[in-house]
């Protein structure tokens, strides 16, 4: 029995934990200030009202993986939205080389 609660205690530790350490989620409304893609295809950008939700290194560019199901919708996005200067709200989720990594973007300031 006390074997029993001390791994439910450990268990509940360790949940709360790692919630803890996924605090990414949706931004505020902003618009893009500008980007850029490298070479390997990863794209990276700066928005007015930057965000570190998940507190990466280097916060100043946020990052779109190349690898990614929907990068070119997601880049097409960002740049018709930087282009027409329409606020857009992003999600973040973690860190990718210690910037902050961008799954979602939606236009309007939607969310």
């Not at 509940?12 to 605090?23: D, G, T």
């Not at 893609?37 to 007015?48: E, K, P, T």
Request: net charge positive.
């Amino acid at each position: 029995m006390k074997n029993a609660r001390f791994l439910l205690l450990t268990l509940i530790l360790l949940l709360c934990a790692s919630q803890s350490a996924l605090a990414g989620g949706w931004g505020v409304p902003t618009t893009v200030v500008s980007y850029y893609v490298w070479g390997d295809g990863n794209a990276h950008f700066r928005v007015a009202n930057n965000q570190n939700l998940d507190n990466c290194t280097v916060p100043q560019y946020l990052t779109l993986l190349k690898a990614s199901a929907n990068f070119d919708k997601m880049y097409a996005t960002l740049v018709a939205a930087h282009v027409s200067k329409t606020p857009v709200s992003l999600f973040y989720n973690g860190c990718t080389s210690n910037y902050p990594l961008i799954i979602a973007i939606a236009v309007g300031g939607i969310w």
